[in-house]
């Protein structure tokens, strides 16, 4: 059986290739989905690729990957900066954790310079687009005890 690492997408990534272009890009959340998977299968992981626009719903998506998933790759978009929640369920997660961001949060707004799901990853990926999931993945193939 394959190892698994969760992917986890928090609020309007649904609406990534329409959603501000200019800062987020064109692919569409599906195709970085594919990309990922693609990216994980040729390592020997399979990914469950999730997103929520609700904050409960992604920290029951953390509570579930707890012993069932070795990694956990998790852009929580605006919840970066908000969200207790999502870091209380990500300390209890024993595995590897990969904070991804398409744009560079610290050339935006102040606001978002602050990352609370920082404190717990063990990476973060930020700037660097749809590849930052492709990093992340290398990054746990990397890291995975």
Do not use: W
Request: charged letters at 25%; hydrophobic letters at 40%; glycine letters at 8%.
């Amino acid at each position: 059986m394959a190892k698994k690492i969760t992917v986890l997408n928090g609020p309007n990534l649904n609406f990534l290739g329409r959603r501000e272009p200019a800062i987020y890009g064109r692919e569409t959340l599906k195709d970085i989905e594919n990309m990922t998977r693609e990216c994980a299968r040729s390592h020997g992981f399979d990914v469950d690729f999730l997103q929520s626009n609700c904050e409960g719903e992604l920290v029951g998506f953390i509570q579930a990957a707890i012993g069932e998933s070795v990694a956990i790759i998790i852009n929580p978009a605006a919840y970066s900066h908000t969200s207790i929640a999502i870091l209380d369920a990500l300390k209890m997660f024993e595995g590897v954790v990969v904070e991804v961001h398409l744009s560079n949060i610290h050339k935006r707004e102040t606001y978002r310079h602050h990352s609370f799901v920082s404190e717990r990853a063990d990476a973060v990926i930020a700037g660097c687009g749809s590849d930052g999931y492709r990093f992340a993945v290398e990054y746990i193939v990397q890291h995975d005890l």
